[in-house]
């Protein structure tokens, strides 16, 4: 056992034998001294991180940002400390003279995490809507007021649907729900044409007026959608090909797409899976709670 004293200044260090006599040997040992003034002093531990958890969005992005650790602690190979077990199995003791100097702790540092920082909210984009000037005559084949009728065609004639090529609120809400959809598996979005919004808009006022619901006709069951595009001129050098979903029951566009979306057939169509690939434009048309999505390329 090593004990430190101080006579005259000069620090003293010599080594006591245990004999058999355990602890009590040191104690005695000590007893004969003038304790005075010993300081021990604790160190502190390192300290866990805080972190923090963000979530964002409908995905729930993981943030974490990190308080700096505290200090590591001193070692055995540091200057001795009162009250802790050096490596060699000896425990030193520091002893003071009464009369010499009074020895001060250096006051614990306490180290003071850095802040923790939390990101700003994301910004979840709006979903891309992709026109073509849907007003400019000169992009549309279809002509006049009215969208052509025919009822063998499936086209309405009871009356004949008014032409609005750049579509209602909620058909704009249809078309820009697709996209969304789309955008979420790095898909680019349909561009918007006039042209099929009136064709869908016409198809949709006559299973209305006529009360059916299929891709044929009051009269048939086949599907014309390709007949509808070639009636009404748009696969005469502006589309070489036409394709629809059809949907009933939804007042919103949005509603309407989910109903797209929980179909596999339907939804293959709107995310291009399957032989839909080369799909690149799209519109919805509708009359009351029916509905003609309209694809082309």
């Known amino acids: 056992m090593k004990l430190w004293t101080m006579i005259a200044g000069t620090a003293l260090a010599f080594t006591v034998a245990s004999c058999g006599g355990g602890d009590d040997t040191v104690d005695s040992l000590a ?81 003071t995490a850095a802040p923790v920082t939390t990101a ?28 052509p009728g025919d009822v063998a065609m499936g086209l309405a004639t009871s009356p004949e649907t008014p032409r609005n090529p750049c579509g209602d609120a909620e058909e704009r809400a249809c078309f820009n729900a697709a996209n969304a959809e789309r955008a979420k598996i790095g898909l680019t979005p349909f561009i918007w044409d006039g042209d099929l919004a009136d064709l869908g808009r016409s198809h949709s006022a006559d299973m209305n007026q006529r009360d059916y619901f299929e891709h044929g006709s009051s009269t048939t069951g086949s599907h014309l959608y390709q007949q509808r595009g070639d009636f009404l001129g748009l696969k005469n050098g502006k589309f070489s090909s036409v394709v629809e979903n059809i949907a009933y029951g939804s007042n919103t566009g949005v509603g309407t797409v989910t109903q797209f979306m929980n179909s596999s057939g339907l939804r293959a169509v709107i995310l291009g899976e399957e032989y839909w690939g080369g799909v690149t434009h799209m519109a919805c048309g509708r009359d009351g709670n029916r509905w003609s999505m309209e694809f082309a390329w």
């Not at 940002?65 to 200090?71: D, G, R, V």
């Not at 909210?121 to 709006?126: D, F, I, L, V």
């Not at 400019?136 to 002509?143: G, R």
């Open 31 to 111: 007893s004969d001294l003038t304790l005075a003034n010993v300081a021990e002093t604790t160190l502190p531990t390192s300290a866990e991180a805080n972190a923090t958890t963000l979530e964002v969005g409908d995905e729930t992005d993981s943030l974490t940002a990190s308080a700096s650790p505290l200090p590591t602690p001193l070692t055995n190979n540091s200057a001795p400390v009162a009250g802790a077990e050096a490596s060699s199995g000896e425990t030193e003791i520091a002893v003071a003279a009464a009369a010499s100097f009074t020895t001060t702790a250096t006051p614990a540092t306490t180290a």
């Open 120 to 147: 700003a909210p994301a910004t979840t984009a709006a979903p891309v809507t992709v026109t073509n000037n849907c007003s400019d005559a000169n992009s549309l084949v279809l002509k006049g007021n009215t969208v």
